[in-house]
């Protein structure tokens, strides 16, 4: 007997199960290649945050470095300009020769409330108050006025405590340090309000007066 021959069966491909909502077009967004100067203008506002990080630091450098130099404090002090070249007190305009320029010299020491404080300091610490008084005078001339025997100049009060003058005024130079001598100069300078008045001083608490370094002499209207 012949076996019946048996009817060939198909084999039916397994069922694709559907895709989850929203996933089609996130593959598809996926796929999408970007737009044109997408990555460009991406690019370009990361470079401006860059540079405006950059512009702020930069900014806030040079806030700090350009802060009021009253409140700097001189630890190692550097020798001062010659006084030799500037604030000659001449009792004759006639000059031999070419006239000589004067040059003022820039007390550095008057700039920095730290320096005047120290000044104010050392003109008591070497009996400066003994002949001068509080700055009103006494043995020795007044320093709160505008009458200035040898000048007004830093120059020249540097030169009267560094040689003396006759009738009394003795000479401090080679006793003291260069700088303290600059110092003490800031702060008889600036009694008579010849110096910046935000470094300048206030008078202590013991002294009992009207008008502080700080202030100018008002003129009456």
Known sequence: MRNKPTPHTRKLPAPVPAPAPGAGATSAAKKRPPAPGAEAGAGSGDGKRRTRSTLILALSFIALFASCRREQRQLRHAPQASTRTGGIVRDAELQPGQPWPEVTVRNVAEERAYDLNEGQRLYRAYN???????????????????????????????????????????????????????EITGYVRSMSGLVPKLAATGR?????????????????K
Request: net charge negative; charged share 20%; with cysteine.
């Open 128 to 182: 400066c108050n003994g002949c001068h008084a509080n700055g009103g005078g006494g043995m020795g001339p007044a320093l709160m006025d505008d009458d200035w025997i040898y000048g007004s100049h830093p120059e020249n009060i540097h030169d009267v405590i560094v040689e003396g003058r006759p009738n009394g005024m003795p000479s401090f130079g080679g006793k003291l340090p260069d700088y303290q001598i600059w």
């Open 204 to 220: 202590t608490d013991h002294m009992q007066t009207k008008v502080a370094e700080q202030s100018k002499k008002e003129t009456k």
